[in-house]
């Protein structure tokens, strides 16, 4: 079983503050994703990266695969309310199955 | 297109019972995947499938069974329910080419007293 811990498991913030949140494993994955999951439905695709060292933007939030390719980070500038919800990382290993993370759920308070 | 569609989408289950979670997708999309989500956790795989007539055990299969006779259609049966099995399940699709990327279902909720 590949673990992927993510940290801070809970985050409640102000609008307009600045967050990360941090995916580790002791396993090297091929690509990496990071999913939004808002209450009653299933999780969103927002990113997936590939390359170690790999850092891409979306608006505010920007994704980075760490160099070894066993963890990464979202962050995210300026949250605003419709950033809440649940954030989970999945990596993709040789054998082409996704293992999740164990979810950061973020709260941002007007 | 409707995507992933599960159905029920609520369930409650007395201990010893059995049913069927359906999943359907019209995307033609060859990988299948079921998985359980635990409050404020994240997603296990229970099983998976890589194409019609071909399933495969992720990473807690037990108490549970699939089938896939067709590309669109991916059944997950639990035969003797148990209150370790109260879950959201998510069935989830993907097209294998370059980076694969998941397409989830609305989930199913299943609470088993």
């Known amino acids: 079983t590949q673990l992927l811990e993510q940290s801070p498991q809970f985050l409640s913030i102000q609008e307009g503050e600045n967050l990360t949140v941090y995916c580790n494993s002791s396993?090297?994955?091929?690509?990496l994703q990071w999913y939004r999951q808002e209450p009653g439905e299933g999780p969103v695709l927002l990113v997936t990266?590939?390359?170690?060292?790999e850092v891409k933007k979306l608006k505010r939030l920007t994704f980075q695969f760490g160099d070894a390719r066993k963890d990464s980070s979202l962050h995210i500038t300026a949250a605003q309310t419709g950033d809440t919800g649940l954030y989970l990382c999945?990596?993709?290993?040789?054998?082409?199955?996704?293992?999740f993370g164990t979810g950061t759920s973020l709260t941002v308070i007007p | 297109n409707a995507g992933v569609t599960q159905t029920p989408k609520f369930r409650i289950l007395k201990i010893g019972q059995s049913m069927t979670l359906q999943c359907t997708q019209d995307?033609?999309?060859?990988?299948m995947y079921w998985y359980r989500q635990d409050p404020g956790m994240g997603l296990k795989l229970i099983y998976y499938?890589?194409?019609?007539?071909?399933?495969d055990k992720g990473e807690v299969p037990n108490g549970y069974n699939v089938s896939r006779s067709t590309t669109e259609d991916f059944p997950l049966r639990l035969e003797l329910a148990a209150p370790s099995q109260t879950s959201v399940y998510f069935c989830?699709?993907?097209?294998?080419?370059?980076?694969?990327?998941?397409?989830f279902g609305a989930g199913s909720r299943l609470t088993v007293l």
């Open positions: 990266v590939v390359t170690g060292g």
């Open positions: 999945a990596g993709l290993d040789t054998g082409n199955q996704f293992y």
């Open positions: 396993s090297v994955f091929s690509s």
């Open positions: 989830a699709s993907s097209y294998w080419e370059g980076a694969n990327v998941l397409t």
């Open positions: 995307m033609n999309h060859n990988y």
């Open positions: 499938s890589v194409g019609a007539g071909i399933t």
